[in-house]
C-alpha cells in the first residue's frame, strides 16, 4: 500500500512564498509520475504541476514563472516552491503519484493567500 503525506500549506500574504512537502512511502516501482493538484471551493480539481522519475516536468500556465516543482527520488519525496502567490492560488492541494494503471492520492494541505 502507498500512503502519500502533505506537509506545508498555511495562511501567507499575497506576494508570498510557501513549500509544499509529499513523502511518499510503501511499495512504489521507479518509473512514475508524481504530481501536484489543487481544488477551489466550488471548482474542479486541476493540475499544478508534475514531474516524472528522471525529472521532466510540465506545468499549468497558471503557475509558470511562479512555482516550481522537484523530487528527491532516494527519499521518495516531491516539493513545490510557491513564489508570488495570489489569492487566486488559495485552494487544497493535493499529492498525486501515478505508475502503470495505479493512482494514489495525499489527504491535502490547505494554502490560503490573504490580500
Known amino acids: 500500500q502507498v500512503q502519500l503525506v502533505e506537509s506545508g500549506g498555511g495562511l501567507v500574504q499575497a506576494g508570498g512564498s510557501l513549500r509544499l512537502s509529499c513523502a511518499a512511502s510503501g511499495t512504489i516501482f521507479s518509473i512514475n509520475v508524481m504530481g501536484w493538484y489543487r481544488q477551489a471551493p466550488g471548482m474542479r480539481r486541476e493540475l499544478v504541476a508534475d514531474i516524472t522519475w528522471g525529472g521532466v516536468t510540465n506545468y499549468a500556465n497558471f503557475v509558470k514563472g511562479r512555482f516550481t516543482i522537484s523530487r528527491d527520488n532516494a527519499k521518495n519525496t516531491m516539493y513545490l516552491q510557491m513564489n508570488s502567490l495570489k489569492p487566486e492560488d488559495t485552494a487544497v492541494y493535493y499529492c498525486?503519484?501515478?505508475?502503470?494503471?495505479?493512482?494514489?492520492w495525499g489527504q491535502g494541505t490547505q494554502v490560503t493567500v490573504s490580500s
Open positions: 498525486h503519484l501515478a505508475f502503470g494503471s495505479r493512482v494514489y
